[in-house]
């Protein structure tokens, strides 16, 4: 698989890329201590015309054993001893550990073990008298690092004899892991100005408890409160505060967590596996109306590879309440059917998958892609269970039924977001993305209309238009839906704001150095969002023929 080939014009450049390529062989498949050093050419050059032939040299090793030396051939090493240190102190680096603990022939050295030892050799990805794999070390530290519980780690390698079961060079590894303290505390300020009279305050408090259960759980708690004197929706001239708190309550797992099931072993160790509960509430109080919002969420994480990556929340529960007495009456009156579904209650049990692919991890690609897709199904068990149980009440204008008096929805959402990176120059790149989504909602999500009742979606399940990471043209909300124009900024009393429920988005932009470390960005955005399920009109409906007369453009250059 050598990238050389005969009949290639000579460069230097892919010389040193087949020495790293031979050199990663190596270490991948037990040669400990192998360096590219060890790799040379000779180019013989007296040759007729423009030819000449590259001999490639692997050197032996070199081994020293006191003040002499010798060379011989390469050895395979495999792992003898396995060491886990999880109370390392690199201020006191050779204090002999008390106690030790043999956990699948790994051994646990500690004074005081304060982690459940699977804990610590779920993320250990080599074994005993397994040949040594540099790329199952790498994935060892990533895992390590990806638990957030240790400030340090490092592993030592020691040549150490044969293993006598095998008769092979043996190695023993040594994993140092220096831990973070028991708990975290972090307070973090801001303050903001917006528009020449737009000021707030604003802070964030959280404490991080680790290690919660002894197998290295986080607990986090965070706190947030902010107060900003903005301008009131229907009125550019008019200030008024706008108060907002709220906080979250979460417990991350390193492992799978199931009721009454051991997942150990369920998954590799390479897939990383993780688990997160978690409950939230927040509080938003404007001039035009008060929300409250509830949350809790049941989610798992995993690696397939370096570059792929899944997600699975299993449970995600929201509870919006927007009681009509906290709206103002004015305000509401003057928005349109849809935007009016932004300030009602809602109530939604989803669950939703997400598959990543990023290349832009892989250092060695040179064009990499990048694909997210998700996947989000609502409703359903809530109308099963209101179904099998009558728990829902039915309301009279819509025939839609809710629980604890709020509507609760059904739906489908899909959600689709691929870009490609061409590195064509050094610096130099030209990056392209397409982003889909449609959501179509069913069942109980209805409203009432002039001509019956309309399917609908929660109105925080909408797609937007506008933005710093949109159609960066347009402010965030303002564009479409289809043909419909809202973007008649002069306005003081213009309280419209577009929303969709299929989003098409293509996006183009080329990067290219300035000075040092300043870059600039030349981009185009194309794209725009329609409404489809019942409250569409000629002017917000998707129409695949009339599909290029509706797609917006916005360009521009940025640094």
Known sequence: DSILKKGMPYDADLLEILRRDITSLARNTGYYGFS??????????????????INLVID???????DSSYTSNHKQYYFKNIYLRPDYQYRKPGEVPKDTLIKDDYKVVSDTLKYTPRYLTDAIHFEKSERYNEEKVKETYSHLVGYKAFQLSDINFT????????????????????????RTFTIEPELTTSGGNNFGISGNVGVVNRNLFKGGEALNIR???GLEYQTTI???????????????????????????????????KRMQPKSEVSVSYNLLSRQEFKRQTFGTQLSYNWKESQRKSHRLDLVVITYSQIPPSKVDPDFYADLSEIQQQAFTSEFIAATRYTYTLNENLITRRKNPRYLRGTFEIAGNMLNLLDNLTNIGEEQQNNGANSILDVQ??????????????????????????????????????????????????????YFYMGGSNDMRAWTAYRLGAGREFNTDYGAGD????ASGTFKLLIQSEYRFPIVSYLQGALFLDAGNIWLTGGLENDQTDLKIEDLYNEIALGGGIGL
Do not use: C, H, M
């Open 159 to 182: 040549p150490s004899g044969t293993i006598d079961s095998l008769g092979v060079p043996g190695l023993n590894a040594i994993v140092n892991l220096n831990p973070l303290p028991k």
């Open 60 to 66: 032996q090793a070199n081994v020293e054993i006191g």
């Open 494 to 497: 213009d309280t419209t704001f």
């Open 223 to 225: 706190i947030n409160s």
């Open 408 to 461: 609760y929805f059904q739906y489908v959402k899909f959600e689709l977001d691929g870009r490609y990176y061409w590195n064509f120059a050094k610096n130099q790149s030209w990056v392209n993305r397409v982003y889909s989504g449609y959501i179509l909602p069913y069942g109980n999500s209805k409203i009432p209309t002039d001509t019956g009742a309309a399917r609908i979606p929660p109105f925080s399940k």
């Open 36 to 53: 590219k050093n060890y790799i040379r050419f000779e180019a013989d050059t007296f040759l007729v015309g423009d030819r000449v032939n």
């Open 234 to 268: 229907d009125d550019a001239q008019k200030v008024t505060p706008a108060f907002e708190i709220g906080g979250e309550i979460s417990i991350e797992f390193p492992r799978f967590i199931f009721p009454f099931v051991n997942t150990e072993g369920l998954l590799p």
